[in-house]
């Protein structure tokens, strides 16, 4: 199997970040969707092993943060192949919170939406988390980056928490 194909599904790369009290998780995701309009809904998917999944889930609540094609690579390792557990993502970049009170950075991010949970799923290895929409916001006109981007051009891996690792046989 060409497990590659899976590279041709244009998705985006997002920062997905939660804090419950002084606990604070981010990561990467590629798997960030609209689901509804009336009421506006959005579906994040974050692995259960990460920091952040935990974080979400006790909060209640999430900011969802579509990284642009400004974004390099340190930029996504500092948010995806490092933990939340004992590294603080937001450290020395810019950042704000949302009207939810969860961070998110502002560089190399096209808009930001802060999410309260109102359901879950679970997925195995993963939770989707649907988020309804109490806040948005647009912070620059880059182009957001797309999962096929981050292959073709940054030349990025898909790591083994994410949920589009595929083993290859």
Known sequence: MDVTALYKFHSGLYVVSAQAG???GACIINTGLQLTSEPLQVEVVVNKQNHTEGVIRKAGHFALTV????ANMLYIGRFG???SADYDKFEGIAHA???LGDPYTTENAACVLA???????????HTVFVGEVKDA?????DPPMTYGYYHTVL??????KASSFVAKA
């Open 155 to 160: 030349k990025g891996k898909t790591p083994p």
């Open 137 to 141: 916001a647009c912070l620059s006109d």
């Open 81 to 83: 192949f490092r933990t």
């Open 67 to 70: 990284v642009t094609e400004s």
């Open 22 to 24: 002084e606990d604070v």
């Open 97 to 99: 919170k949302t009207a």
């Open 115 to 125: 999410c309260e949970v109102v359901n879950t799923l679970d997925v195995g290895t």
